[in-house]
Nanobody
Framework: QVQLVESGGGLVQAGGSLRLSCAAS?????MGWFRQAPGKEREFVAA????????NYADSVKGRFTISRDKVPNTVYLQMNSLKPEDTAVYYC????????????WGQGTQVTVSS
């Protein structure tokens, strides 16, 4: 069973920064970050390939968020800069066995709150 453990959420003022981490057990996976705000559906934020060589972002976070990964341990990061109140959400880490696959594994979520 794959385990994803997220950390790094919290409360920050608009314009501030946070870094989220997601540690995955087992082999190396393609990883992504999603978020869900109250009353809204879960939405894609950013993804990184198994190799780490390819990344993609939602338009709403391009230029402000950066996804990256360590080779060892198997940890993925989401650096969030210039945060806005509309970034407030529960952020979820997700993993899949291959770049072309569907996400199969999800973390428990970490709350990010941006005050205006």
């Amino acid at each position: 069973q794959v385990q994803l453990v997220e950390s790094g959420g919290g409360l920050v003022q608009a314009g501030g920064s946070l870094r989220l981490s997601c540690a995955a057990s087992g082999r190396r996976y393609a990883m992504g970050w999603f978020r869900q705000a109250p009353g809204k559906e879960r939405e894609f934020v950013a993804a990184i390939s198994v190799s780490g060589g390819n990344t993609n972002y939602a338009d709403s976070v391009k230029g402000r968020f950066t996804i990256s990964r360590d080779k060892v341990p198997n940890t993925v990061y989401l650096q969030m800069n210039s945060l806005k109140p509309e970034d407030t959400a529960v952020y979820y880490c997700a993993a899949k066995y291959a770049d072309y696959a569907q996400y199969e594994y999800w973390g428990q979520g970490t709350q990010v709150t941006v005050s205006s």
